[in-house]
């Protein structure tokens, strides 16, 4: 069995509180809590306002699954997409795919 981890990590955007992060994410771990292709969810912040997402996979397979079903998801829910716009400053967004063994 492989262990894939994604570790997504950027910036809030200027004048958004960490509740309104902790929010947006909990509605996206509602979304995919019946997701059997994703092994595991969450974020934290650091002290500077880093968030980091942390999502673990059994496979390779289930990691491409899940970039198509966001993409679902965040078609199906526009709103999701505009929150996560509005909270989480794209442009420092930098997503790391560890394997391990």
């Known amino acids: 069995m492989e262990n894939i981890y994604t570790l997504v990590n950027f910036e809030l955007n200027k004048g958004i509180e960490f509740s ?7 509605d996206i771990n509602d979304d995919l809590k ?18 980091y997402c942390i999502l673990k996979w059994e496979s390779d397979e289930a990691h491409k699954t ?7 998801t965040f078609a199906e829910h526009p709103e999701m997409m505009k929150e996560f716009w509005r909270i989480a400053n794209m442009a420092t967004m930098i997503t790391t795919q560890v394997n391990l063994i």
């Open 34 to 51: 019946n997701a059997d292709w994703l092994h595991f969810r969450d974020s934290g912040i650091d002290d500077k306002w880093n968030v």
């Open 66 to 72: 899940f970039e198509v079903s966001m993409n679902k």
């Open 20 to 26: 309104e992060w902790k929010k947006l994410s909990a």
